[in-house]
């Protein structure tokens, strides 16, 4: 009996083949049409997609246009081809806005461009683009019943952008253990991501490395520079204790102000 089933798959198999096969080189568009839908629900995209390619130009403007180029941007999406994919359903929405696929069409968009998103350490265009993408759904669909899978990807790209700017700006305080010249690079860069990121979850390791860097560029600096500099190095303590004193890193941040605090008292003492 197994051995008539699988003989009996095999040439289901051999069948379909041939039947794409045959559809891809005739210039029957209904056939291509009809044989590329029994691929596509038999979820064969790849193939169904290659027939969909060679007749979409000429069902421009027929009734079967809109189911057709649904499909068709739909199995670039099933195939993770997600930058066409992109592309394709954002046609199809604005050929077809609407169309009762349209809002459906508008979400994978979006989700396609999600999908181009790279992990935090890779330059963040897609990141961005995909954002943008979401918020305009957002807007022109802000009751949809994908309203908890939007808000989790954005949730998600918006936490992808805090940790890449948090770690360009810890790098500076790290390079500069090498190069002095960087904390001043490191302490404007926590500065902009804390006003770009209130709430951030880094905003406690922020804060303390930007007093980490304050401390270490008023500590080092030239006499000329230094009392201006410890002063804006005991703000940056002040402000990092007054939120956050139970830190992991508050015991050190003792440390620094304790010594910030004798510097400045040499000020006071020549003055």
Do not use: W
Not at 82 to 88: E, P
Not at 178 to 191: N, Q
Not at 238 to 247: G, Q, T, V
Not at 260 to 267: D, H, I, R, S, V
Request: hydrophobic content about 35%; aromatic content about 16%; proline content about 3%.
């Amino acid at each position: 009996m197994k051995n008539i089933f699988y003989t009996f798959l095999l040439v289901l198999s051999l069948s379909s083949c041939s039947e794409f096969q045959k559809a891809l080189k005739s210039e029957d568009i209904a056939e291509k049409f009809r044989v590329g839908t029994e691929l596509y629900e038999q979820e064969k995209y790849g193939k169904a997609n290659r027939l969909f390619a060679q007749i979409i130009p000429q069902y421009r403007g027929k009734p079967q246009a809109e189911k057709l180029t649904y499909m068709y941007a739909k199995t670039y999406y099933e195939m993770g081809d997600y930058h066409l994919s992109g592309y394709q359903f954002e046609r199809f929405e604005t050929a077809y806005p609407r169309s009762e696929k349209a809002e459906e069409a508008s979400f994978l968009s979006a989700r396609s461009y999600y999908m181009l998103s790279p992990v935090y350490s890779k330059e963040q265009k897609e990141t961005v683009q995909a954002l943008d993408k979401l918020q305009i759904f957002l807007s022109k669909y802000p009751d949809s019943e994908y309203l908890p899978e939007v808000n989790k990807m954005v949730k998600e790209l918006d936490y992808k952008l805090e940790k890449k700017a948090f770690e360009i700006a810890k790098q500076y305080n790290q390079i500069a253990y090498f190069d002095a010249s960087d904390y001043e690079a490191s302490i404007k860069s926590f500065d902009n991501f804390l006003l770009e990121y209130p709430g951030s979850t880094f905003r406690e390791e922020a804060m303390y490395y930007r007093l980490d860097s304050a401390y270490r560029l008023a500590i080092n600096s030239m006499q000329y520079k230094k009392e201006a500099r410890l002063m804006t190095a005991q703000g940056y303590y002040n402000s990092f204790i007054k939120y956050y004193s139970d830190s992991k890193f508050a015991e050190e941040a003792n440390r620094m102000n304790d010594e910030l605090t004798a510097e400045l008292n040499k000020f006071e003492t020549k003055s």
